[in-house]
């Protein structure tokens, strides 16, 4: 069995991408990093293999923004898809600025896609504009949560609840922002954030159950 190596590519490298992913396979390297800024200005030139390695630093990350807004893994695949290749086919007005902001740029392009397929299912006309009564989240049952229960539970809302939830909760927008990015009303955004928070009340009274049986097993 061949060795395997780690490669670092220091930014300002006189190698194109397409020879180094030449180079890396031919002698079994597992890994390699470069410099983001490097990979974008050569995404930029057209470089496949800037843009793969790009797209392999990233999908996970943004696999999970799309599983957050749709539940079936397979159109949250096919949506990451078509997220990054919107993101290629726009790239050259991207200005790298850290991978923070690249981060922020890419997750904007995700929930955009998701937000589209979504309208295209009328998923946003299903709940009335009745205001449902507020309803505290017990942030201390939160905390007991890993990321993944959370992540969870927050999947098995409906998608319109989901859908607000994300926005409000997650992206930080305002029910004025959500109605005029969905096409709905403030009012329906609250009732649906109100209505999302007694249902993940209830999940998490389920959660808490389970995981104090869990834990006295």
């Not at 999908?59 to 078509?82: G, I």
């Not at 998608?159 to 009303?185: C, D, Q």
């Amino acid at each position: 069995m061949g060795r395997k190596l780690i490669l670092l590519i220091p930014a300002g490298n006189p190698f194109s991408t397409n020879c180094i992913y030449t180079f890396i396979n031919r002698h079994n390297i597992v890994d390699f990093y470069m410099e983001t800024s490097e990979l974008i200005k050569e995404a930029k030139q057209g470089s496949a293999a800037a843009q793969k390695c790009l797209f392999d630093q990233w999908a996970e990350k943004m696999l999970l923004v799309c599983r957050r807004y749709v539940k079936n893994s397979e159109d949250a695949e096919e949506l990451l898809l078509d997220g990054f290749y919107k993101f290629f086919k726009k790239i050259a007005a991207f200005n790298y600025q850290g991978d923070a902001a690249l981060y922020v740029w890419l997750k904007r392009i995700m929930i955009n896609e998701c937000l589209m397929f979504l309208r295209k299912k009328n998923v946003f006309t299903i709940v009335t504009d009745a205001t449902a009564a507020e309803v505290p989240l017990q942030e201390e049952a939160l905390n007991n949560l890993s990321a993944g229960e959370i992540f969870n539970l927050i999947i098995q809302l409906p998608v319109g609840y989901r859908t607000v939830f994300n926005l409000h909760v997650i992206e930080g927008m305002s029910h004025l922002e959500i109605a005029k990015l969905l096409g709905i009303s403030p009012g329906t955004s609250k009732s649906q954030f109100s209505k999302a928070k007694v249902l993940l009340q209830k999940l998490l009274l389920q959660n808490d159950t389970e995981y104090v049986t869990r834990k006295t097993r």
